[in-house]
């Protein structure tokens, strides 16, 4: 389950040098380091933009509503940095120089250009900024955050895979989306749920979090994640000859998935089904951890 912002292919273009910065002309495809089975915090990367919010192509700005005025965009060759899509929020974190001196540059929002290239919104502190291009800056995650939204993803799966398990008594159901953020974590299907199986969904859920199934990061071919995955998004477009991204939950079922994972389900911890709405046909599990 996902939204059009998050990318399951495998490609990474070679770095290029940025012609014009504010519209993002002649910049690679970013090298999504996050994408690795066991993604890294931090990282080395080659500076390719470093620009004012204020100069950034029109028609990126809405990548990033309410941006402060004092906020710089900067994009790199390759990012630890989750850009926010799939229904999982961004993660947060820094990106600095070596130097004593140096630059500390926030990062607060991270996105993904329709060319591929992702952005990271921030604000410099400090009298070291902004960076100049061509320069090699470290980029830190921030660990409990990465940790929290992998989490809350990793739980909106096993809450699936429960109502899938649960298919005999509940009726069959279709994925259709998600959304795993701290405030409002929710997957939604076509079809009935009723809320009398509230308790249900989350004993199931929880039983498989008990099981500390291992979580494995694959990539398959179109045909391996139809044939292998529980549900995948008729808007997935895999280039030809490309693989897609795709979360094996050991045991109980996979997923068409661009986000960030924990290792096992145990590491997910107890599962709360909050409510069940019902809307036309579509029904929403709202869920939070404990």
Request: glycine fraction near 10%.
């Amino acid at each position: 389950m996902k939204d059009r912002q998050e990318d399951h292919s495998s490609s990474a273009a070679s770095v290029k040098i940025v012609i014009n910065p504010a519209t993002m002309e002649s910049i690679a495809k970013t090298e999504l380091l996050y994408h690795k089975g066991d993604p890294p915090l931090t990282a080395t990367v080659t500076v390719l933009v470093c620009i004012p919010f204020t100069q950034l192509v029109d028609d990126l700005k809405p990548l990033f509503k309410g941006a402060p005025e004092d906020a710089y965009i900067v994009a790199t060759d390759k990012t630890v940095f989750y850009a926010k899509g799939g229904g999982q929020p961004a993660d947060v974190g820094t990106m600095n120089t070596d130097s004593a001196a140096g630059a500390v540059f926030q990062v607060r929002g991270v996105m993904r250009a329709p060319s591929g290239a992702v952005l990271h919104l921030g604000t410099f502190e400090g009298a070291g900024g902004p960076f100049q291009v061509g320069h090699a800056v470290q980029q830190q995650v921030d660990a409990e955050t990465r940790n929290l939204h992998s989490r809350i993803h990793d739980g909106g799966h096993i809450v699936s895979l429960a109502i899938r398990r649960l298919a005999p008594t509940i009726g069959e159901v279709t994925d259709l989306k998600a959304q795993h953020y701290p405030d409002s974590s929710w997957v939604e299907f076509k079809g009935l749920i009723d809320g009398k199986h509230k308790a249900e969904i989350e004993a199931a859920a929880n039983a498989v979090v008990e099981q500390d199934l291992p979580i494995t990061v694959c990539w398959w071919s179109k045909d391996e994640l139809v044939e292998r995955c529980l549900a995948v998004p008729d808007t997935l477009h895999i280039p030809q000859g490309e693989l897609a991204r795709a979360v094996d939950i050991e045991g109980a079922g996979a997923y068409a998935c661009g986000g960030t994972h924990m290792r096992t389900t145990g590491e997910v911890g107890r599962i709360t089904v909050r409510k069940i709405s019902r809307q036309k046909g579509i029904s929403k599990v709202s869920y939070c951890l404990a």
